[in-house]
Structure formats: structure tokens, C-alpha cells
């Protein structure tokens, strides 16, 4: 609790472009998780290294994500936006969670083991403690709630355990933390392929919406979606490239399904892709301007990773103290 609040803590590796997917489906939902939520949303840098990064690259893409976040409106003031290589208790409480994580559970983890079969090169320690690093980062904040999608829920497994076993042996240190299951939003699928989640790694540039792309772009990928011979804008399981854009279209203009079917009956495929096309283009746009605004004011975003840094490392600070207490190291001298 922090102010008589709960903790919310989320991570995200500045790889890959953000898709419309990310922003219907979570990051537009988190704006409104600050009044009622502690929110800590980490610039996981650290996770980044397991995979060989290029720096300039590396370094470019993570300010443009923690830019991103406030240009898609999470006020910095009211969520912790910030790198975690800069607040250094991440990695000194990964070493000490390293030390009651057994080699057993890690070799279980099934993205360790989709990881190392695509990167056979480089099968690095780190890449076989990244849940340990994961579970550090949600632990000292001592987090109650952590909002993760399936991919992530093993590891957010794997967390609780060690804080039970931590707390097994040493009191009550950590506070065991649950995933975070609010209103989700839509689940957006692939333009080309809507049995398919939208993911930012698709090969096929045509099945997602990058988040800075461009209206062009934007209008171009929707007229080429993938639909169905039906001729009907129904809103049913056996017309899934419909249906998605009708979801689509919905969460952008915040319109219900009946109200979506109703306007566009009688209407042709080609129009209706235009509409959607266009209904994201008028979400999107604020976000791109307004990134583009803020990457340009360096003093403002500055300030804001060196607030919200101090802020997270006052917190993180507090609970590595008291692991060190637990523990047994000898108390530091002032
Ligand atoms: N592993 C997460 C991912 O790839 C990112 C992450 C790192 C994270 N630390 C976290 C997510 C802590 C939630 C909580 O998506």
C-alpha cells in the first residue's frame, strides 16, 4: 500500500513497434487504473540485454516507448514512468531472489526454453534468470496487483512462489502479488489472419496497426483486411474478420455492436473498412501528435525520468533495506 493505495506494477521491453492491439487492449485501459492504483510502469531495459541489443538503437526505443506512454495519456505525476536500469535495486534484489529460485523451477519456464531454441548463439545466464529479474521488479514495490498477459502469467507464477517461500523463511517481507484482471479490452486480432492475435512481431506487415503509422498506412492496411464472401456485416463467430473489425471500430468510436450493425446495414465491405480505417485514424492521430510534440521538448521528458526515477528508487530502497535486515547484512552506517 502506498498511500492508502495498492500497488500496481507492469513492465514492458521497448522492442518491437507498439499495435493498435497494445493500445485498445491494455494501455487505453490503464489510464483509468491511477485513481483507484499505485502505478509503476517500468521500462524494462534490464530484460532487453538477454538479447543482443544494438545501444544507439537499444537506448533510442526506450525513450520513445516512455514517451509514448505519456503522449497516450498516463499523466507522469500520477504513474512512476521510468527505466529500470536507473534505479539500482532491481538487479540487487534479482541476485538475492537468484538465491532461493531453484535451477529446477527456471527450467520449466516455457519462454526460457522458446527463447534459447531462437537464440541458439546465445544462451546466456540472464536469459535463464529473466524471471528472477521479473520477480524482483514486482517484489520491491511490494505489488498487489500485476496486469499480464497469458504469455507472462508463468512468470507471474513463479513470482508468488518465491515470495511465499522468502516469507516461509524469513516473515512477512513480501507482499504476494495477483494478476491484474480488470476490465479487458477488446482483444484486437490480425487484419490477415483474425483467428490470430495482433502482435508487433507479425512478418506480415498488412496484419498489424503500428501505433505511429501513419493515416495512409493506416487506411491502406484496413482496405486490404481480410474478411469473408457472406456479403453481411454480422456480428458472429463464423465471420471472425468482421467481427474483428467491428470490435475494432466499436472501441475507437466507443459505440455498442448493435449500435455498429445497425448504422453500417445494407452497406457494402469496402465502405465499412473506410470507416473503420478512418475511426482509427481519429484515434490515433492526438497520440502520434502529441508524441511528436513531446519528443521535442527534452527539458520536460528529462525532468520527468529524473522525478519518477528518485521516485521508484525511494520505494525500492525501502524494501531492500528490509530484505538486508532479514537477511542477516549488516546495517548500513550514516
Ligand atoms: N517479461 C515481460 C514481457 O516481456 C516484461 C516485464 C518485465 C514485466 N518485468 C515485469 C511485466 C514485471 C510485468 C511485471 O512482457
Known amino acids: 500500500m502506498i498511500d492508502g493505495k495498492k500497488v500496481l506494477f507492469s513492465g514492458m521491453q521497448a522492442t518491437g513497434n507498439l499495435t493498435l492491439g497494445n493500445y485498445l487492449g491494455a494501455l ?10 499505485e502505478c509503476f510502469y517500468s521500462v524494462v531495459d534490464l530484460h532487453s540485454i538477454t538479447v543482443r541489443q544494438e545501444p544507439a538503437e ?5 525513450r520513445n516507448l516512455l514517451t509514448l506512454y505519456i503522449a497516450a495519456g498516463l499523466d507522469p505525476k ?4 521510468y527505466y529500470q536500469s536507473h534505479v539500482s535495486g532491481h538487479s540487487q534484489l534479482a541476485w538475492i531472489l537468484n538465491c532461493f529460485t531453484y535451477m529446477g523451477e527456471l527450467n520449466r519456464m516455457t519462454q526460457f526454453k522458446d527463447k534459447a531454441a531462437k537464440h541458439t548463439d546465445n544462451i546466456n545466464a540472464g536469459l535463464f534468470t529473466y524471471p528472477v529479474l521479473m520477480a524482483a521488479d514486482i517484489l520491491l514495490f511490494q505489488s498487489d496487483v500485476v496486469p499480464v498477459g497469458k504469455d507472462q502469467l508463468q512468470h507471474l507464477e513463479i513470482t508468488r512462489d518465491i515470495a511465499q517461500r522468502f516469507n516461509g523463511i524469513y516473515g512477512e517481507v513480501f507482499t504476494v502479488p495477483e494478476p491484474y484482471i480488470g476490465k479487458t479490452g477488446a482483444k484486437i486480432m490480425s487484419l490477415q489472419d483474425p483467428l490470430k492475435k495482433m502482435s508487433k512481431s507479425d512478418e506480415n506487415p498488412n496484419a498489424s496497426i503500428l501505433l505511429m503509422d501513419d493515416p495512409d498506412t493506416v487506411i491502406r ?11 453481411c456485416i454480422c456480428y458472429r463467430d463464423e465471420q471472425p474478420g468482421i467481427k474483428n473489425l467491428l470490435d475494432i471500430y466499436c472501441t475507437c468510436t466507443n459505440k455498442s455492436t448493435a449500435e455498429a450493425v445497425k448504422e453500417f446495414e445494407g452497406k457494402g465491405y ?3 473498412k473506410l470507416a473503420v480505417g478512418e475511426a482509427v485514424v481519429a484515434v490515433l492521430k492526438p497520440v502520434q501528435e502529441e508524441f511528436s510534440r513531446l519528443s521535442k521538448d527534452k527539458a520536460y521528458i528529462d525532468g520527468v525520468i529524473k522525478e519518477n526515477a528518485q521516485k521508484a528508487d525511494y520505494y525500492a530502497n525501502k524494501t531492500l533495506r528490509k530484505v538486508e535486515k532479514k537477511i ?3 546495517e548500513r552506517i550514516r
Open 58 to 62: 537499444l537506448r533510442k526505443r526506450a
Open 28 to 37: 487505453k485501459n490503464w489510464l483509468t487504473l491511477s485513481d483507484e492504483y
Open 221 to 231: 492496411k484496413f482496405k486490404r483486411a481480410v474478411t469473408d464472401s457472406d456479403a
Open 78 to 81: 500520477k504513474n512512476c514512468i
Open 328 to 330: 542477516g547484512f549488516p
Open 270 to 272: 469496402g465502405e465499412f
